[in-house]
């Protein structure tokens, strides 16, 4: 059973910055697409960034794109997401998520989900 485990959110003044971790276990996870997904209080999930566990290749939300990395470390099989130059519309509660299918921005394509890890950035 896949297991998604988010960590490393918190309080950060704007500017700041965090890093995300997922660990993910359970499967091999050569073939997956992994991502991040945001929710903010009374909005709707949106797409952060995504990556392709094999090759590595990246997609990111407009709103975050200079600003925040998504990585994967294969010996650790953890997803990071890298978030520098906070804003206080970062605030959200941040998600994990993995699927075997080609990457994707679209959340209802994800299968697996972690339970979240809340990021507040601070004006």
């Known amino acids: 059973q896949v297991q998604l485990v988010e960590s490393g959110g918190g309080l950060v003044q704007a500017g700041g910055s965090l890093r995300l971790s997922c660990a993910a276990s359970?499967?091999?996870?050569?073939?997956?697409?992994m991502g991040w997904f945001r929710q903010a209080p009374g909005k709707e999930r949106e797409f952060v960034a995504a990556?392709?566990?094999?090759?590595?290749?990246?997609v990111y939300a407009d709103s975050v794109k200079g600003r925040f990395t998504i990585s994967r470390d294969n010996a650790n099989n953890t997803v990071y997401l890298q978030m520098n130059s906070l804003k206080p519309e970062d605030t959200a509660v941040y998600y994990c998520t993995a699927d075997p299918s080609r990457l994707t921005t679209i959340a209802t394509r994800y299968t697996y989900w972690g339970q979240g890890t809340q990021v507040t950035v601070s004006s």
């Open positions: 990556i392709r566990w094999s090759g590595g290749s990246t």
């Open positions: 359970g499967r091999t996870f050569s073939s997956y697409s």
